[in-house]
């Protein structure tokens, strides 16, 4: 048998990769439950929340301050925000300047990143200027992404205005048109779902930056480097791409049945926590299906609905379902959004998850710090350069 590699620690250790199962501190944020395919924001599940006729900023301060609003307070918060809403025109001349060049993912980080460079109290870290920092990059990010998808299809950017609601002004700054209010109602519905989601890799990667004591912008920047991968936001754009690659209904299990036999991932599907539908999946089914009869895009959804027959059936057994990312692609191509605009769009609402989640940790921070078995060698012995082979 080979010689056991000497380690580290004393003993044997337990652990899986990816840190599947570590938990890395209490929280009274949100609640995924995995078994059961709930998800609950302070106490307050999706469903209600969507259906509560509060809008995506009922849902961001309730995240911010862990209580619902009065209607005063939320006419305090949305005044508030829609006041932060506009962007320095450094940002507008970078955003003009690169988003033809790079990933829209890759222009929202080096923009938020400018905004840091921009203000003067960047490297004030208190929970109070932390606190006024995530209400302005929670009103920026629309206008953000929407600069973005405007300037990289070489169109004039739009500025904010301040008389409409986040989602009615987002989607307005992004098309240059009114939107219709069931497009406003379904988009603020978006946001609502997409806002937090417990540990996730871009939300603890925000964490894991703002544990050393950093900038707020720099833990957001390491937040949307995180959500920008495949594995995480950015399936929802490579979700699309699949469906848009199949083509045809007819050539779904042909597909399948090559990318079973190739191990290839199917976007969209399967997570580390839901072992069951994700809910939110649940809550776009019908609209995928709503808004790609409106586009004259249904076989989009016809070919959405067959695979997702075709993989649990195969996988469901091993708890693969559908993911937050598998309907969302086919409304946002329907709303006329650039398919790499899909996961700026994703991080519009997750700027506040991200938020809370710092903000609850800050006031006893401890540097998030962990370790690695290591199984190298110990006590090699130097060879100096002139003797090596
Ligand atoms: C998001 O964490 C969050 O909360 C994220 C999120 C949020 O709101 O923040 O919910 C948003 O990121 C949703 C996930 C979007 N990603 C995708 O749709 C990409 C495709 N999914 C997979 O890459 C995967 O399911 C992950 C990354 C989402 C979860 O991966 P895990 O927990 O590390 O699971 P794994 O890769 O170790 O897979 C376990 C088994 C493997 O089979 P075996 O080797 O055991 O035989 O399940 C299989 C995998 O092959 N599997 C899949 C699959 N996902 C897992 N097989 C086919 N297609 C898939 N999509």
């Given amino acids: ?65 862990g209580n619902l609003p009065t ?79 405007r300037a990289r299809r070489g169109e004039f950017l739009i500025e904010p205005d301040v008389t409409k609601g986040l989602s009615e002004d987002f989607l307005r700054m992004m098309t240059g048109e009114t939107p219709d ?27 894991v930056t703002n544990s050393s004591l950093t900038d707020f912008y720099s833990s957001i920047v390491a937040g949307i ?18 469906f848009q690659e199949i083509g045809d209904p007819a050539t779904t299990e042909d597909w399948f049945a090559a990318a079973k036999e190739k191990k290839v991932k199917v976007m969209g599907f399967g997570h580390r926590v839901y072992k069951a539908y994700d809910p939110r999946a649940r809550l776009f089914d019908p609209i995928a299906r709503e808004f790609a009869e409106r586009a004259g895009t249904s076989h989009l959804y016809e070919i959405a609905k067959k695979l997702e027959a075709l993989v649990v059936a195969d996988l469901g057994g091993k708890g693969i379902f559908p993911n937050v990312d598998f309907f969302s692609g086919i409304i946002y191509d329907a709303m006329g959004i650039d398919t790499d605009m899909f996961t700026p769009i994703f991080a519009v ?22 370790r690695a078995v290591y199984i190298g060698d110990l006590e090699s012995q130097y060879t100096p350069i002139a003797e090596r082979g």
Wanted: aromatic share 8%.
């Fill in 71 to 149: 209607q005063a307070e939320l006419d305090l918060f949305n005044a508030d925000l829609a006041l932060r809403r506009s962007i320095p025109q450094e940002a507008k001349d970078l955003i003009v300047q690169i988003a033809n060049k790079c990933h829209p993912m890759s222009t929202l980080r080096t923009a938020v990143s400018l905004l840091g460079c921009l203000n003067p109290r960047e490297f004030e870290v208190t929970v109070e200027n932390d606190y006024d920092i995530a209400l302005t990059l929670t009103a920026q990010f629309p206008t953000l992404v929407a600069a973005i998808q």
């Fill in 1 to 65: 048998m080979a010689e056991e590699k000497p380690r580290q620690f004393v003993g044997s250790v337990e652990f899986k990769k990816g840190l599947e199962g570590a938990i890395t501190n209490e929280s009274a944020i949100s609640y995924v439950d995995g078994a059961n395919g709930k998800l609950i924001y302070r106490g307050y599940s999706i469903d209600d929340l969507c259906a509560g006729g509060g809008g995506y900023e009922e849902t961001a301060y309730l995240l911010l301050n």
């Fill in 225 to 242: 480097g995180s959500l920008k991968g495949p594995l995480h936001g950015g399936a929802n754009e490579a979700t699309l791409r699949t």
């Fill in 181 to 207: 209010a069931r497009t406003v109602e379904v988009m603020d519905m978006a946001l609502i779902i997409h806002a937090e989601h417990g540990m996730n890799a871009s939300t603890f990667s925000s964490m």
């Fill in 349 to 370: 609402p997750r700027i506040a998850g991200w938020s809370a989640r710092i903000l609850e940790y800050l006031p006893e921070n401890r540097l998030f710090r962990p």
